[in-house]
């Protein structure tokens, strides 16, 4: 008999910013949960409660030890092999539920660390992208690996109605982009564990909001078949002054690193 490699099972955490009962966005989530039952093969994702965690305050931290209820939600992190946000954006941000939770897992050691993550929003007009970007940028310091694409947002007010009133996923064609993220967050997964290749690393070296001659290199080879898709990069930057411009150009490249993989 010949043997089958098989791909081992990845855990998925997954956290929702809003604590409303008819959450729209925890309807993405159980969706996704549904999703993944019947046609992802290999992802279990289990839903983590975010809402019984106390606001971050580090006094209640005893000697290294975290109130039970923030250690069982560490520990589920910890456990998880990636992470899927479903949350909507207050006042063009994350949440504030959403970033306690976050920043309670963040204490050191780091949980999020090294871990894969998707964000999925749904919301007013914008459909919750201002809180995924930066979401993406809470996660360069946590060294969380977000997928780049497909991006999903969602807005959950224009016809047709994509919600039914229990705040359940009712859309077709959004339950058809929202399997293409898992897929895309399995693939990026199984990738990150099994160690990307260290031969295709860039060196970028960005000043001022992103100077004009590498935004024209980047651009020149942003066109198909894309050059720079799928390649591992890194920024460094050195400026004189407050260091505010290379600050941006840093936060500008990576941005435009999520549309080119
Ligand atoms: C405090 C607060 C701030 C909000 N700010 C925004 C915003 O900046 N942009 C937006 O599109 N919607 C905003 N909303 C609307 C929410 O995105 C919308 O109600 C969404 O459905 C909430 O997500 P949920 O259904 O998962 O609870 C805000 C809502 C609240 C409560």
């Known amino acids: 008999m010949e043997a089958v490699a098989v791909n081992p099972v990845i855990k998925v955490a997954a956290l929702c910013g809003s604590l409303r009962k008819g959450s729209f966005n925890r309807g993405l989530l159980r969706s996704a949960i549904q999703l993944s039952k019947e046609s992802v093969n290999g992802m279990e994702i289990e839903y983590i409660d975010i809402s019984p965690l ?10 290294g030890t975290f109130p039970p209820v923030v250690q069982a939600f560490r520990q589920k ?4 092999d990636s992470v899927l946000f479903a949350s909507p954006e207050y006042n063009f941000s994350v949440t504030g539920p959403l970033k306690n939770a976050i920043d309670w897992a963040s204490r050191p050691p780091n949980c999020w660390a090294d871990k894969a993550a998707a964000i999925v929003s749904t919301g007013g007009s914008f459909g919750g992208g201002r809180a995924q970007y930066h979401l993406r940028q809470i996660g360069v310091y946590l060294d969380l690996h977000f997928i780049n694409k497909p991006e999903f947002y969602l807005n959950a007010f224009a016809p047709p109605a994509k919600f039914d009133s229990d705040g359940n996923l009712i859309d077709p064609p959004s339950k058809e982009k929202l ?7 399995l693939a990026f997964t199984l990738r990150l564990k099994a160690n990307m290749n260290p031969n295709s690393l860039y060196l970028f070296s960005p000043l001022r909001d992103m100077l004009a001659p590498m935004k024209n290199a980047i651009d020149w080879t942003s066109g198909a078949p894309d050059a720079r898709a799928d390649k591992p990069a890194t920024i460094v930057s050195a400026t004189g002054g407050r260091g505010g411009a290379h600050d941006r150009g840093q936060l500008h490249l990576r941005q435009t690193g999520v549309y080119l993989d």
């Open 54 to 63: 106390p606001m971050l305050n580090t006094d209640l931290e005893v000697n």
């Open 77 to 80: 992190i910890l456990q998880a």
């Open 179 to 185: 399997k293409e993220v898992l897929l895309s967050l």
